[in-house]
């Protein structure tokens, strides 16, 4: 029995790796909805992601983003973002903005390496968000971060913001 041993780990192995590299090729919205919610600020888990925080005049000022997309097989697509402005830890001013819109893939199905498109409307204007799909279980774009504190608020550095499946 011990020499089959190896052989059956072997075996076994093989068969989760293969049936792993089938999901991996699988379209992530055949199962239907998906939601994924910002949660890392260049690698770094926050909660909310802080995408500015800068002692101006003698006053820290933060700003705080939650943000939720989703997305939906018929192509249609969701994002919801909060974003608080904070002065010495008390919330200044706070925004709530609804997006309704669609999703492009560059690929047939949504599989990892693929690019998405997202071109949304919220009450006023439009935009085109790309985002990559990292894997079965995240999404991640670049955007600017930090600023100054005379200038616009997200007018820094760009950063990898990644959003996870929920």
């Known amino acids: 029995m ?11 192995a093989g068969a989760c790796a293969s049936s792993w590299e089938l999901d991996e090729k699988e379209d992530l919205l ?7 919610v910002l949660e890392f600020l260049d690698y770094e888990r926050q909660d909310p992601v802080i995408t500015f925080d800068r002692l101006c005049d003698g006053v820290h000022r933060q700003s705080t983003v939650r943000d939720t997309i989703e997305l939906f097989p018929d192509g249609t697509a969701r994002r919801a973002t909060y974003v ?15 997006a309704l819109g669609i999703w492009v893939s560059s690929m ?27 894997g ?9 971060v930090g600023g100054e504190c005379s200038g616009p608020i997200n007018s820094g550095p760009t950063a990898d913001l990644m959003y996870t499946k929920r």
Do not use: I
């Open 136 to 144: 079965r279980t995240a999404l991640s774009r670049r955007a600017p």
């Open 84 to 98: 608080e402005h904070l002065a010495d830890g008390h919330v200044d001013s706070a925004s709530y903005v609804p």
């Open 108 to 134: 047939a199905l949504v599989t990892p390496d693929a690019l998405l498109n997202l071109h949304l409307a919220p009450a006023s204007g439009v935009y085109v968000m790309t985002m990559s799909v990292n």
């Open 2 to 12: 011990h020499k089959f041993l190896p052989l059956m780990f072997t075996l076994v």
């Open 30 to 36: 055949a199962g239907g909805r998906q939601v994924y």
